[in-house]
């Protein structure tokens, strides 16, 4: 038995518990307050919910975090980041926030964890050929990464259930990693990750369709902050000599966080093609597009699940191969992805189209 078994158990369990008993009270509270989510023309849901499930993820998280983990390696700024864009997600939640207010937030959070922890992508690992990287490109490009992979987690927050699905798949790989090749150095972030499932599964008991509470962006952007950390620690574990993937982390970490990187990628393409700015809402996003399929929301949350489920296995399976290759396969994976939603989404267009016509006919 591994020495951290029984603090990780605990730490799972404290945080799961601590979620699941503290979602029912602040659904009461939301409905008592009238602190609710007026449905839209963008929203899938069509009644008056609250929007602070992330305030009981966070309780969860924080609390058996601070118990149970050891702080040290990054973890205890970590923690401090999260606490900002709690604070940024909860004022969003409850009144509204601009997007540019949003993101000195987000510039507060990973400065700390950059500046004061040093935790950032320090080689390219030879992906272009580029290894050691800069010090100042180094710290511009892990300000995008975190930046990115957090509002790629919020974008994704569409249906019940989906963001947390999805961030509970990717907290699973990457704490496993680090369970059994952290070592000294990342084995905490192990903690991290089990810390913000028990969170996750705890509200994710109330979130599925029809789901009385959302996670909200007081969730979403601390979920998607953890996950961009324990992304970047993954990457740079590659670079120990017991790494289980060596030189190919990056690549696999990529892989790992397909789905909401697929997404964010897809949605800021298409609006800046059509001349519009990337940060402007509208029905585009890969689960807006299967529910148009004619899936349900249990489904569609279940088959991106597991679309991402298989991009783990087969980036791990084949993680022998390179960088290169991994990221060109992804690449052409993505592509195709996207046209074959793009041809679908032509066709039911154009059935709709005709469907009105006949229609007006008819009339």
């Given at each position: 038995?591994?020495?951290?078994d029984?603090?990780?158990?605990?730490?799972?369990?404290?945080?799961?518990?601590?979620?699941?008993?503290?979602?029912?009270s602040?659904?009461?509270?939301?409905?008592?307050?009238?602190?609710?989510?007026?449905?839209?023309?963008?929203?899938?849901?069509?009644?008056?919910?609250?929007?602070?499930?992330?305030?009981?993820?966070?309780?969860?998280?924080?609390?058996?975090?601070?118990?149970?983990?050891?702080?040290?390696?990054?973890?205890?700024?970590?923690?401090?980041?999260?606490?900002?864009?709690?604070?940024?997600?909860?004022?969003?939640?409850?009144?509204?926030?601009?997007?540019?207010?949003?993101?000195?937030?987000?510039?507060?959070?990973?400065?700390?964890?950059?500046?004061?922890?040093?935790?950032?992508?320090?080689?390219?690992?030879?992906?272009?050929?580029?290894?050691?990287?800069?010090?100042?490109?180094?710290?511009?490009?892990?300000?995008?990464?975190?930046?990115?992979?957090?509002?790629?987690?919020?974008?994704?927050?569409?249906?019940?259930?989906?963001?947390?699905?999805?961030?509970?798949?990717?907290?699973?790989?990457?704490?496993?990693?680090?369970?059994?090749?952290?070592?000294?150095?990342?084995?905490?972030?192990?903690?991290?990750?089990?810390?913000?499932?028990?969170?996750?599964?705890?509200?994710?008991?109330?979130?599925?369709?029809?789901?009385?509470?959302?996670?909200?962006d007081?969730?979403?952007?601390?979920?998607?902050?953890?996950?961009?950390?324990?992304?970047?620690?993954?990457?740079?574990?590659?670079?120990?000599?017991?790494?289980?993937?060596?030189?190919?982390?990056p690549?696999?970490?990529?892989?790992?966080?397909?789905?909401?990187?697929?997404?964010?990628?897809?949605?800021?393409?298409?609006?800046?093609?059509?001349?519009?700015?990337?940060?402007?809402?509208?029905?585009?996003?890969?689960?807006?597009?299967?529910?148009?399929?004619?899936?349900?929301?249990?489904?569609t949350?279940?088959?991106?699940?597991?679309?991402?489920?298989?991009v783990?296995?087969?980036?791990?399976?084949?993680?022998?191969?390179?960088?290169?290759?991994?990221?060109?396969?992804?690449?052409?994976?993505?592509?195709?992805?996207?046209?074959?939603?793009?041809?679908?989404?032509?066709?039911?267009?154009?059935?709709?189209?005709?469907a009105?016509?006949?229609?007006?006919?008819?009339?």
């Open positions: 038995m591994n020495h951290l029984i603090p990780l158990g605990l730490s799972w369990m404290w945080a799961f518990l601590v979620s699941l008993f503290a979602v029912p602040i659904i009461y509270i939301a409905h008592l307050k009238n602190m609710l989510d007026t449905p839209n023309g963008r929203t899938v849901h069509q009644s008056l919910t609250p929007r602070l499930g992330g305030v009981a993820i966070f309780a969860g998280f924080m609390s058996a975090l601070t118990i149970f983990a050891p702080l040290q390696n990054g973890a205890k700024e970590l923690l401090a980041g999260c606490i900002i864009l709690f604070f940024v997600g909860l004022k969003d939640d409850l009144v509204g926030m601009s997007v540019s207010k949003k993101f000195v937030g987000q510039l507060l959070a990973t400065g700390i964890v950059m500046i004061m922890a040093d935790v950032r992508i320090t080689s390219f690992q030879g992906i272009l050929g580029v290894g050691t990287l800069p010090i100042g490109i180094s710290y511009a490009f892990t300000l995008g990464v975190i930046v990115g992979i957090t509002n790629a987690i919020n974008l994704i927050d569409g249906l019940d259930g989906l963001a947390g699905t999805i961030v509970l798949i990717i907290c699973g790989t990457f704490g496993y990693y680090f369970y059994l090749y952290g070592g000294a150095s990342y084995g905490n972030y192990a903690f991290v990750a089990v810390c913000l499932i028990g969170g996750l599964l705890g509200f994710l008991r109330y979130n599925f369709h029809r789901a009385p509470i959302f996670m909200g007081t969730g979403s952007l601390v979920c998607g902050f953890i996950v961009s950390v324990l992304a970047i620690q993954f990457i740079e574990m590659g670079l120990q000599v017991n790494s289980p993937f060596s030189s190919s982390s690549s696999v970490a990529v892989g790992i966080l397909f789905v909401p990187l697929f997404d964010t990628i897809r949605v800021f393409s298409l609006r800046m093609l059509a001349g519009r700015s990337p940060f402007s809402p509208d029905k585009n996003h890969i689960h807006h597009r299967i529910l148009a399929m004619g899936f349900s929301q249990i489904s949350v279940l088959l991106l699940g597991l679309l991402n489920l298989l783990i296995l087969f980036v791990i399976r084949f993680a022998a191969i390179g960088n290169t290759l991994l990221i060109t396969a992804l690449v052409c994976f993505s592509a195709l992805l996207s046209l074959f939603i793009g041809v679908y989404q032509s066709r039911i267009s154009r059935r709709q189209l005709l009105a016509e006949s229609e007006a006919v008819i009339r």
